[in-house]
């Protein structure tokens, strides 16, 4: 007899016992299980809750939350009850003991006819802790994509000013030729003003050029590829979008691919970022596609969605620093992606794809 026929086949051990194999299946099972009464009691908690926390069996049943979790018991307490008030299941991540993380499913349960809450919380503190860390990231790279817009506007502004500057000290030093003796004195006054304000415009412009750069360096793009997905992965593709669907994210990248120009950092955080425009595009779920191919001088990637598309109107601004058709949005993202793809001399366009969605397109010099 197999090991596999004694697991397959209950009949083949003589334990048929239905509470048998329920226990085996709780003890077993890689996630936090618990049951609740109406009132909040626990009435079931399965093995992996106990050891996990340390706390022992006897002290879970009949306890309530905040009982147990006096700071974050009324938090489980409230979430408990919506799922008795509207009989259908809740899914949210609980900040649990220790800064862990908890995906859980509650969902309504009735036993002897009177209702109960289940629940089954699975450990996902290391995938929140990716998805924290890319946002600090990516909240970083805004603001420096912000400075830089602002910078842009600054620099254009201060050139400005030099010019007219510039201009006013000549038609100062004609002046002080013809004046004479009589205005001397207030022509050198408005002089030294106007050379104090150049001097002032030199400084913004020092200022707003000076940016640490990421070194340029030759890349293997796949690589690059995979550790932009990995970054936003449990993101795009293991939690709802705002309306539930799902996300499936669809990759082919040839593995032959020469290397190419690169900042390594900011071309993951352009990749990242586009993929979480295209979950957000789908409200509804759909497919994601980043496919990539090689062409004469540059190795071109493209992100595709299968949303709502770009309207035609919106594509002259698109890569507009501080434009964004969302209500919440910064209207950097793509500001930033123009620049760092400008700045590796490289490419990027939109396109509209048919029968829907869209394609943001990159192209990366070839680093030979």
């Known amino acids: 007899m197999s090991r596999k026929d004694e697991i397959t086949n209950p009949q083949l051990t003589g334990r048929d016992d239905?509470?048998?194999?329920?226990?085996?299946?709780?003890?077993?099972?890689?996630?936090?299980?618990?049951?609740?009464?109406?009132?909040?009691?626990?009435?079931?908690?399965?093995?992996?809750?106990?050891?996990?926390?340390?706390?022992?069996?006897?002290?879970?049943?009949?306890?309530?939350?905040?009982?147990?979790?006096?700071?974050?018991?009324?938090?489980?307490?409230?979430?408990?009850?919506?799922?008795?008030?509207?009989?259908?299941?809740?899914?949210?991540?609980?900040?649990?003991?220790?800064?862990?993380?908890?995906?859980?499913?509650?969902f309504p349960l009735a036993i002897d006819g009177k209702d109960h809450v289940g629940a089954v919380g699975v450990e996902t503190t290391e995938q929140m802790s990716a998805l924290i860390g890319f946002f600090h990231l990516r909240d970083e790279l805004f603001r420096n994509e912000r400075l830089r817009a602002i910078g842009e506007m600054a620099s254009g502004l201060a050139h400005d000013l030099r010019n007219i500057l510039n201009s006013s000290s000549l038609r100062l030093n004609i002046l002080r030729a013809k004046a004479g003796v009589d205005f001397a004195e207030d022509v050198d006054a408005l002089a030294r003003t106007v050379n104090a304000a150049a001097e002032r415009v030199r400084g913004l412009q020092e200022f707003v050029n000076e940016r640490p750069q990421e070194n340029l360096e030759s890349c293997n793009l796949a690589i690059l590829i995979a550790e932009a997905v990995e970054m936003v992965d449990y993101l795009i593709q293991k939690t709802p979008t705002v309306k539930g669907g799902a996300?499936?994210?669809?990759?082919?990248?040839?593995?032959?691919?020469?290397?190419?120009?690169?900042?390594?950092?900011?071309?993951?955080?352009?990749?990242?970022?586009?993929?979480?425009?295209?979950?957000?595009?789908?409200?509804?779920?759909?497919?994601?596609?980043?496919?990539?191919?090689?062409?004469?001088?540059?190795?071109?990637?493209?992100?595709?969605?299968?949303?709502?598309?770009?309207?035609?109107?919106?594509?002259?601004?698109?890569?507009?620093?501080?434009?964004?058709?969302?209500?919440?949005?910064?209207?950097?993202?793509?500001?930033?992606?123009?620049?760092?793809?400008?700045?590796?001399?490289?490419?990027?366009?939109?396109?509209?794809?048919?029968?829907?969605?869209?394609?943001?397109?990159?192209?990366?010099?070839?680093?030979?």
Not at 51 to 67: F, M, N, P, T, V
Not at 75 to 92: E, F, I
Not at 250 to 260: F, M, T
Request: proline share 7%; aromatic share 8%.
């Open 247 to 368: 996300v499936k994210l669809e990759l082919d990248i040839p593995p032959s691919l020469p290397k190419v120009w690169a900042f390594p950092n900011q071309v993951k955080h352009v990749i990242a970022n586009l993929l979480i425009n295209g979950r957000e595009a789908m409200p509804e779920g759909g497919n994601l596609f980043i496919e990539s191919r090689l062409l004469a001088d540059t190795v071109e990637v493209a992100l595709k969605d299968e949303g709502t598309g770009i309207p035609e109107e919106v594509f002259p601004k698109l890569f507009e620093p501080f434009f964004t058709t969302k209500d919440l949005g910064t209207g950097l993202g793509l500001s930033m992606a123009h620049d760092v793809m400008t700045r590796l001399n490289g490419r990027i366009r939109a396109e509209n794809r048919s029968p829907a969605g869209a394609a943001i397109i990159l192209n990366f010099p070839i680093a030979e």
């Open 18 to 106: 239905p509470e048998h194999f329920f226990s085996l299946l709780m003890g077993n099972l890689p996630a936090r299980i618990w049951i609740k009464d109406a009132i909040g009691r626990y009435v079931f908690v399965n093995s992996r809750l106990t050891s996990e926390l340390g706390i022992e069996q006897e002290k879970w049943i009949g306890a309530r939350d905040e009982e147990l979790f006096p700071t974050i018991g009324q938090v489980y307490w409230r979430k408990d009850q919506q799922v008795l008030a509207s009989g259908d299941p809740l899914v949210s991540t609980d900040q649990v003991e220790r800064g862990k993380s908890l995906f859980v499913v509650r």
